[in-house]
Nanobody, 129 residues
Framework: QVQLVESGGGLVQAGGSLRLSCATSGRTFSRYTMGWFRQAPGKEREFVAAISWSGRSTDYTDSVEGRFTVSRDNAKNTVHLQMNSLKPEDTAVYYC??????????????????????WGQGTQVTVSS
């Protein structure tokens, strides 16, 4: 079992930046592909970004490509999401996720259903116009 705790959300003006962090438990963090999802009010949870267990591969949804950067520090069991040039449509609860399959691809995480991932409790990001 993997426990995930997000932090770093908040209120920011359009064009601003935020950095989300996800602290994880477990001795095998370095073997888990990690990612971020978000859910806006009235909408389904959607994939945002993923980073492979090795850190060599990343994947982004089109709407954040070039603005968001996902990274990981395996020594500290943490994953980050740097969000720049934020837009009001980025407003959502952001969830950290870990693929339950060891050494999964980023695409596997992006396409996995809710029950195939470990989840954090979420952190609110609000972007004002």
């Amino acid at each position: 079992q993997v426990q995930l705790v997000e932090s770093g959300g908040g209120l920011v003006q359009a064009g601003g930046s935020l950095r989300l962090s996800c602290a994880t438990s477990g001795r095998t963090f370095s073997r888990y592909t990690m990612g971020w999802f978000r859910q806006a009010p009235g909408k389904e949870r959607e994939f945002v970004a993923a980073i492979s267990w090795s850190g060599r591969s990343t994947d982004y949804t089109d709407s954040v490509e070039g603005r968001f950067t996902v990274s990981r520090d395996n020594a500290k069991n943490t994953v980050h999401l740097q969000m720049n040039s934020l837009k009001p449509e980025d407003t959502a609860v952001y969830y950290c996720a870990a693929d339950q399959q060891i050494e999964a691809s980023t695409r596997h995480l992006a396409n996995s259903g809710y029950t195939l991932l470990y989840w954090g409790q979420g952190t609110q990001v609000t972007v004002s116009s």
